[in-house]
C-alpha cells in the first residue's frame, strides 16, 4: 500500500500539465507527501490543496476523542462500502505525483524503493475527495491488485495509474465505467531500490 509518494512540481505546473485551474493560492507543500498532510489534488477542473487521507474517527478505553487516523489508501474491492461510497460515485480525483514509494526489506530495516513512469515528469493516480469536520477537503488513493504489473516484485497492490486518456473518463464516467479503469499499470516502471531508511 502506499503511504509516501514524491511530487517535485508546483501548483502551477501541475495546472498547465492537467489544463487545471491552479487554485492552490501559492500554498507550499513538501516534496515527500505523507498521510496526514498536505497535498496538491486535480478536482473540478481545479489543482487544489487538500490532506492525504480520510479522517477515521476513533475513541480511546475510556470513550474520549482520539486524533484521527487519516485513511490515505482505498481498495478498489472496499469502493462500494459506506466509508468509500459516496466519494467513488460523486467526487473523483487526480492525484499528481513524481513517484510513489513502498518499503521492502526486513522489519525494522526497511529501505524505501521508488516506483515512477520512465520519462515522464508526472503522472496521475485515480483518487476520491470529500469535505471532512475534521480537516476540511481531504483525499485518497485508490488502489489496486499488481498482479500482472512490473510493480508486483514490489508491493502485492499499487495505486490505479491513469493514462491521459483515461484521466476525464475516471473523473466523469459512471462509477461501473470508473471501476473498469481501476486495474494495474500494464505499462513499463522504473524502480529505484534504495539505501534510504523507510522512516527518517
Known amino acids: 500500500m502506499c503511504n509516501l ?19 492552490a ?6 516534496e ?25 474517527v476513533r475513541q480511546g478505553k475510556q470513550g474520549q476523542p482520539l486524533k484521527p487516523k487519516p ?6 474491492d472496499k469502493l ?11 467526487r473523483r ?10 518499503a521492502e526489506g526486513p522489519k525494522g530495516h526497511m529501505t524505501r524503493t521508488w516506483l515512477s513512469l520512465p520519462g515522464a515528469p508526472m503522472f496521475a493516480a485515480a483518487g476520491v475527495w470529500r469535505h471532512s469536520e475534521e480537516w476540511g477537503a481531504c483525499y485518497s488513493m485508490v488502489m489496486t491488485d499488481s498482479a500482472g504489473s512490473a510493480a ?6 499499487m495505486p490505479v495509474l491513469l493514462a491521459p486518456e483515461n484521466q476525464p473518463r475516471w473523473i466523469a464516467a459512471t ?11 500494464e505499462g513499463p516502471l522504473t524502480i529505484d531500490r534504495t539505501n534510504e531508511s523507510w522512516r527518517r
Open 71 to 76: 485513511v490515505n489508501n482505498a481498495r478498489t
Open 152 to 157: 508486483a516484485d514490489v508491493h502485492t497492490r
Open 25 to 30: 493560492q501559492g500554498a507550499n507543500f513538501g
Open 32 to 56: 515527500e507527501v505523507y498521510p496526514g498532510y498536505p497535498g496538491l489534488v486535480v478536482a473540478e477542473g481545479e489543482v487544489r490543496p487538500m490532506t492525504w487521507g480520510f479522517p477515521l
Open 80 to 90: 462500494g462500502t459506506f466509508f468509500w461510497r459516496y466519494a467513488f460515485e460523486e
Open 93 to 102: 480525483c487526480l492525484i499528481p505525483l513524481t513517484a510513489w514509494a513502498e
Open 175 to 185: 462509477p461501473n465505467e470508473a471501476l473498469a479503469l481501476c486495474r494495474a499499470w
Open 5 to 23: 509518494y514524491r511530487m517535485t512540481k508546483n501548483a502551477s505546473e501541475v495546472a498547465a500539465w492537467f489544463d487545471a485551474v491552479d487554485a
